[in-house]
């Protein structure tokens, strides 16, 4: 069965970093786009970023309130994706989660959990003021 491994989640202070990733197991799926949701205790899920392709050409999407700090990113040799999250906050704090649709498409699209076929158990990211 298809499953995704997301991990590297831990205790920081504010501003400090982490690097979160994603690596899929089981057996083989199309995998055009690689995202990343947070869910926050008391709140729903919410995208945070996203990796495509348009043609040849990378495509990277990310919500307001991460944009600038985090860094979604790809690696093709080793299949896995990988969140850099910098210069953190406490209201980064949630459990992140890494999915994975078949398609690409525009932010519009890629914003929106419906669209994701495979998902990661979620690592908590907990940062301290």
């Known amino acids: 069965q298809v499953q995704l491994k997301d991990s590297g989640g831990g205790l920081v202070q504010s501003g400090e970093s982490l690097r979160l990733s994603c690596a899929p197991s089981?057996?083989?799926?199309?995998?055009?786009?690689w995202a990343w949701f947070r869910q926050a205790p008391g709140k729903e899920r919410e995208f945070v970023a996203a990796f495509t392709w348009s043609g040849d050409n990378t495509v990277t999407y990310y919500s307001d309130s991460v944009k600038d700090r985090f860094t979604i990113s790809r690696d093709n040799a080793k299949n896995t994706a990988s969140l850099q999250m910098n210069d953190l906050k406490p209201e980064d704090t949630a459990v992140y989660y890494c999915?994975?649709?078949?398609?690409?498409?525009?932010?519009?699209?890629?914003?929106?959990?419906?669209?994701?076929?495979?998902w990661g158990q979620g690592t908590q990211v907990t940062v301290s003021s």
């Open positions: 999915a994975v649709a078949r398609y690409s498409g525009t932010y519009q699209y890629l914003k929106e959990e419906r669209v994701y076929d495979y």
């Open positions: 089981g057996r083989s799926f199309s995998s055009y786009s």
